[in-house]
């Protein structure tokens, strides 16, 4: 696995930016506890200019809006038995789809993300290089903007999906 740090910060938006992305992906992230008390996600990346690809990441906070990642390609067997055993022990198994709007801005992304699975959310995050890094938010973001959520807990991935 490729562990690195992820500084990232999140913005709750109250519409979809009116900005044609230069990416749409379509994620299915699935969630399942490990025996060690890890979550562990796995994740389909239907990519409109990429193609297909799958994803297992194990994420530890660190702090409000910092995390250490670890992540890999993974085969489509290899998530197909992942999901398998999501289903298999529900209790312990999440799930969330999500629609992700990718905004070049320079050397940074923007992502949008609409969830649409028993959630009308959209948030916007981007990833920084460093936690004192000053934000400049796109105008086509910005006239969207409700609240900064970094941190927050009930806005992550994790705790808006829905048990298996």
Known sequence: MAAHLEIERKFLLKAMPDKTPSEIVKIDQWYWKNKKGIWER????????????????IKKTISKGVNIE???DMSKEEFEQFVERCKLYGEESRFISKERWI???????????????????IVAEIEIPKKSFKIKMPDFIREKFLI???GIKEFSN??????V
């Open 148 to 150: 900064e959520v970094t």
């Open 70 to 72: 670890d992540e890999r």
């Open 158 to 163: 994790r705790n808006l999906s829905n048990k």
């Open 103 to 121: 905004y070049p801005d320079g050397e940074l992304y923007w992502e949008v993300d609409r969830f649409d699975s028993g959630h009308h959310l």
């Open 42 to 57: 796995a994740r389909s990346w239907e990519s409109n200019t990429k193609g297909l690809k799958w994803i297992h990441t």
